[in-house]
Structures are given as C-alpha cells and as structure tokens.
C-alpha cells in the first residue's frame, strides 16, 4: 500500500533558491528581518536583499563561481544568512559544518566537499586555519576581524556586475549539508535548488496549516548549519515575513530572556529543549505569554512532553517530521483540528507518497502496521556525495528514500514515528524501541533527561539500559518498578546507569551510539 498526501498537490517553480527568496522578501521593505540577540544588531529585509547581492559582487570579483563550494563554519548570526544566498546567487554551492567539529571532523568535511573558501567567526578561527591547512581551501574569511583571516565585511560590494548565471534547478546542488554521522562519517547531502524550493512550496500548501506571517517572530535557536534550522527558520520564516531573532547556541538564559524581550511568537526546537521547557524552574522567571505555537522536530516526542509543556507556558506544540535527505519537512501536524495528536509527526506533505515497509520482505503495510518508513517526492536529495554505494542502499531504483526510520500512518493519515530501525533493542527475539521508553521515562518527576541503549546480555542478547539524569533523589530499584507498570515485559528497564550528562548533537539528537560504545567497553 502507498499512503498519499491528503493534501491537494502545489505547483513548484522551476527557479533557483535565491532569485525565488528575493521575489518573496522584497515586499517586506524596511521591516525588521533578522536580529541579532546576543547584540540586539539587526537587519531589514531591504538590508538583507542588497546585502547578498553586494556580497555576490564581492565573491565573484575573488573568482567564485558557479559550481564553487563554500564551507560556513559559524554559529547563527543574521550575516549567516547574507553569505547562504551570495554562494547561491552565483550558483555556487554551500557546504555547512558544525561548530562544535573538531579541526579533524572539519578538515574531513571540507576535503570532502572540495571547498574553496572557508567562513567562520575569530573564537573559531584558530580550528578553521588548521582544518584548511588540510585541505584545498584558498582562503579564510572571519564575521568581524581577526589576524589571519580576510574580513568578511570585505565581500561587500556596492558597485560591478553580477554574472548571469545559467541554473538547471533540478540537477544544480545549492547546499551539501552533512548528516549526523550516526552510522559511520558524515556524509554530504546533495540537495539541489529545486528541492528547497520544492519543500518551501509543499509546506505552504498544507491547507489547515497555520505558516509563520509577517506578524511573527521566530526564535532561531536551531542551528543554520542542520537542514531544520537553515530551511524551516533561515529560508521558510523569511519568504513569509517574519522575524527571526537568532541565537548562537542554547543558553537558558538567553533563550528565555530573547522570548521575553523580542516577544517571540513562534519557535522551533528539539526535545531537549522542551524537556527544559516542561521542567526547569528557571522558566518560571521568565514572561513567556507571547508564545503561540512550539514546533518540535529532529527526534520523537511523546504526548506527555508536548501536554506537560503546552500546560506549563499556555501554548501549542506540534511536531513534525523530516531528515537531511528530505530537504527537510515530510510531515507536520494541521493545527486546525478538533482532534490534535501530540504523539504523531503530522500528515505527509503535498506532492509526497510514503510507503510503510515490511523489516522482513519490504511489501507495503497497511494503517497502523510499523515498519520502515519509505519516502518519494520532489523534495529528496539527488544523493550522497561521493557514494554512490551509500546512495544505491538508501534510495531504490523507482525512488522510494529509505529513511531508517521505523513506524506507521494510521487511517486519518497521521504518521506516527517511533525509532531507528538500526537502533531498535531485540529483547529475546522482541523489538524494543528506546525512543518510547525515553519518552516514558521523562514523565517521571524525579528523571531530567534520560537516554536507552540495547546492553549485551547472554541469556536475552540485549536488555534496555537507560541513562539517567536525576532531577530529585530516586533510586535504581523505583525507576524500574515504575517503568514495569508502565510497559509490556519485554520493555522493562533492566539495567540503569546515573549520569551528569547525555551525549547529544547540536540538533538534539541522542548519540546513542557513543553510548552503545562505551557500554560495550565497559562488558568487555
């Protein structure tokens, strides 16, 4: 069976990223695009439209040019979003590294995606110089100035020409963004122009779907550098006029007193960030009333989280679904329901099929049968860079995206996301899925954070093991009691570690791995 989109299909333009960006933002004029909230320096959507034009003069006077790729190694800061669309103005080609990279994991990156120049802000700038050491970057450029470096305000250039610049929307790549590296290195995700434009235009045809206007603000505390933050905040807030108050990481404080001041209407995050939200006595110092709607993305979240958040501040959260590959929004929740259902990712977007897999023969499933989850339409990347053998075993011949993902759409069309298939726990031959069991063990008062691993055991093969953060005094013994009531017998908590940290990524995924690693040492 292949579920389809309930939603009526859109058209999407054949047009390059920019040129389509700056059609949609000049209306906005003189009002305020992007701000800076750790400075409070801001942009207006004029500012920003001449601002990647005088950038694109710049870059080009270097001898950048279409097909060029350049590497962005920064936090959020609304010149982030000047340099995405100079690049793609030429026709040149992003590439966007994590931060938090090592000058190793950077210079891999940047080897890679054969990249020309370099970006990056002064505290980065000594990691940046020792990855481009490593690699065929020409030059580094540094957000305001440092020894070393070429300032960035440098590009700007009010004066030449900008090159006519021949695009094939639907095979030309504007961005290589390099998914998380949970199974092996990262690879880069080859998206073109037509697959960003495609998702802006599918998401906006959700009919019963309240979009960010131009009498919102947005939070961009998601990094710009993962496919959520660049495309749902850096490109979708910004072509429907909103503001977007940006952040260079999550701090507490921060995050909270942005809200506060800029009176922030809407925001995306991951579960993490709502754990605090639901949970840390912090909040509570903090006017938060002009929220509206939470958006959650990037890992499940369970219905218990979105009610206990949506409770505590008074406002909507929702999640959806999506990956690097996808550009990246799959599925979102409608908001105008009389029915909402916190635990599901939403309906698929317009112009998507889905196809729910059997683990064993791959033939479709039904309504409310899990398997793998299957993804096709004008929003999947073109493939992995450099391997063709990783593209083959994830996108099949007739195009159907494997996402890895396991779960199920119910008879509504809802899709409901419960686990990595690579991930999943076989307890004595039963599939155990830790996304639940994490989900189940945050609604306990005395549990801040917890993580599962499968744990080797001889007579079972692997038990779940959870990782725990502990908010007030619990003991071993009453988490696992208070998990058996909860769950069948094969999903009992069978083994706990306390912990003062739970390895994550910057988009608030748990690396399970680095756990699974380290419990493995630990048997050994």
């Not at 962005?72 to 040149?92: D, M």
């Not at 690579?422 to 155990?432: D, H």
């Amino acid at each position: 069976m292949i579920f389809k989109s309930t939603y009526p299909e859109v058209d999407i333009p054949i047009i390059g990223l920019t040129p389509y960006f700056l059609s949609r933002i000049e209306q906005f004029g003189d009002k305020v695009a992007m701000v800076d909230a750790a400075s409070g320096r801001s942009l207006t959507f004029n500012q920003l439209a001449e601002g990647i034009k005088s950038v694109a003069r710049g870059l080009h006077q270097k001898g950048f040019g279409k097909g060029d790729v350049f590497a962005i190694y920064s936090p959020n800061i609304p010149e982030y979003t000047i340099i995405f669309h100079a690049v793609s103005f030429l026709g040149g080609i992003v590439t966007t590294a994590n931060p938090l990279y090592t000058a190793d994991e950077l210079a891999h990156q940047l080897n890679d995606a054969d990249a020309k120049f370099l970006l990056t802000i002064p505290m980065f700038l000594d990691k940046a110089q020792e990855a481009s050491s490593k690699s065929k970057v020409q030059e580094v450029f540094v957000f305001g100035e440092a020894d070393g470096a070429t300032s960035f305000a440098s590009l700007y250039h009010e004066e030449g020409t900008l090159p006519e610049v021949e695009l094939d929307p639907n095979s030309d790549l504007i961005v290589l963004p390099y998914s998380s590296g949970t199974t092996g290195l990262p690879k880069g995700v080859m998206l073109t122009h037509y697959n960003l434009v495609a998702n802006i235009c599918q998401v906006e045809g959700m009919t019963d779907f309240s979009l960010t206007d131009e009498d919102d603000t947005v939070l961009g505390v998601l990094p710009f550098f993962h496919i959520y933050g660049m495309v749902v905040i850096m490109n979708m807030s910004l072509v429907r006029g909103s503001t977007v108050v940006t952040l260079p990481r999550f701090d507490p404080e921060l995050f909270l007193s942005s809200i506060q001041k800029y009176k922030v209407t809407r925001t995306n995050l991951v579960p993490p960030i709502l754990v605090f939200l639901g949970k840390h006595p912090l909040v509570e110092k903090y006017d938060l009333s002009s929220l509206k709607e939470l958006g959650s993305g990037a890992a499940p979240l369970t219905e218990e989280l979105a009610t206990a958040v949506s409770e505590r501040i008074s406002c909507r959260v929702t999640q959806g679904y999506g990956m690097t590959e996808t550009s990246p929004v799959a599925s979102t929740n409608p908001l105008h329901t009389e029915s909402p259902k916190p635990s599901s990712c939403g309906k698929i977007v317009p112009n998507m099929e889905v196809k729910v897999a059997d683990l064993a023969t791959q033939e479709g499933l039904g309504p409310n049968q899990s398997g793998e989850i299957w993804m096709r339409g004008p929003n999947i990347m073109k493939g992995y860079l450099n391997r063709p053998d990783a593209t083959a075993a994830t996108i099949t011949e007739d195009g159907w995206l494997r996402s890895g993902d396991i779960g199920h759409l119910d008879e509504e069309g809802y899709m409901f996301v419960v686990d990595r298939l690579k991930e999943l726990i076989k307890y004595k031959g039963f599939q155990v899925a830790p996304a639940e069991l994490e989900g189940l063990l945050l609604g306990h008062q005395a549990i801040a954070d917890a993580a599962v691993i499968p744990s080797p055991d001889e007579e079972a093969g692997e038990v779940p093991k959870a990782f725990i953060i502990p908010k007030s005094e619990v003991t071993e013994e009453e988490i696992m009691a208070w998990v058996a009531e909860r769950v069948a017998p094969h999903k009992k908590i069978r083994r706990i570690e306390f912990v003062e940290e739970i390895p994550k990524s910057a988009s608030g995924k748990i690396l399970r791995r680095l756990l699974v690693e380290q419990e493995r040492k630990n048997m050994n």
